[in-house]
């Protein structure tokens, strides 16, 4: 894959978690006969709190006990969008994803770096996992960004709708951008409730290779966007 406005290749592949090594960041890395000088890891971390950075503490604040149902173990600074990320990693997710040669990231930040915020209210929903990443943006900022137990279409119904009541939205004057596995699926759900709802156009993004006949750009929306 070509991005559109950077020329970047972008590689895809993946390995199955059950064939992962205790480090399997490092084995993947190691691969590749030379590196780039920077490479970023992109991390998701359900389980996470934003606030400003002017409101941030150097150390890991109390509060995350309580807010996180434990203290925060990942944290990521956006200095482009002044938020500070902390995060909970459950299991062994925190120390796999551990490797020197890499810049670990939350998964929202760069996202949010990068998706242009709008003016009229609009919903980027990203199904993966039995789960639903709902970001929304209005008035040029961004609004929410959450992710929450999505396993049917009730539920993503139910999550959209509160999102946009919450926010004082008129459901009828808001745009929905769907992506994930179910998007396709889900979209004539979604469209009798909203004013505009969409599929991911990763055509703005990045040039898929035809050799990739199994690739689905709806379900890598995430990956596409960096």
């Known amino acids: ?21 205790a480090h399997p960041v490092d084995e993947l890395l190691d691969y590749f006969p030379e590196l780039p000088g920077r490479i970023v890891y992109g ?24 807010v996180l149902g434990g203290p925060a173990n990942f944290m990521d ?16 997710e925190g120390g796999k994803s551990r490797s020197e040669r890499v810049v670990r990231r939350h998964n929202w930040a ?20 039995e789960t639903v990443q709902i970001m929304a943006t209005a008035e040029e900022k961004w609004q929410v960004v959450n992710s929450f137990p999505c396993g049917n279409e009730e539920e993503l119904l139910y999550h959209c709708g509160n999102i946009a009541e919450q926010l004082g939205w008129d459901r009828k004057e808001a745009s929905l ?3 994930g596995r179910s998007a396709r699926e889900y979209r004539p759900v979604l469209a009798p409730y909203f ?3 969409e599929l991911f ?21 995430a990956l596409l966007r960096l």
């Open 1 to 21: 894959m070509k991005h559109q406005q950077t020329q970047q290749a972008l590689l895809y592949g993946f390995v199955a978690r059950a064939d992962f090594s």
């Open 43 to 66: 991390i998701e971390v359900p389980n996470t709190a934003m606030v400003p950075e002017i409101m941030s503490e150097g150390l890991i604040p109390s509060w995350t006990q309580k």
């Open 77 to 92: 600074l956006s200095a482009l969008l002044d938020i500070k990320y902390y995060g909970r990693l459950e299991g062994e």
């Open 110 to 129: 760069l996202q949010m770096e990068r998706i242009p915020v709008s003016k009229s209210p609009k919903m980027l929903v990203h199904l993966y996992n």
């Open 177 to 179: 951008e769907l992506s």
């Open 195 to 197: 004013g505009q709802v």
């Open 201 to 221: 156009a990763y055509q703005n993004w990045v040039k898929v290779s035809t050799a990739l006949d199994e690739f689905d750009p709806l379900e890598n929306a």
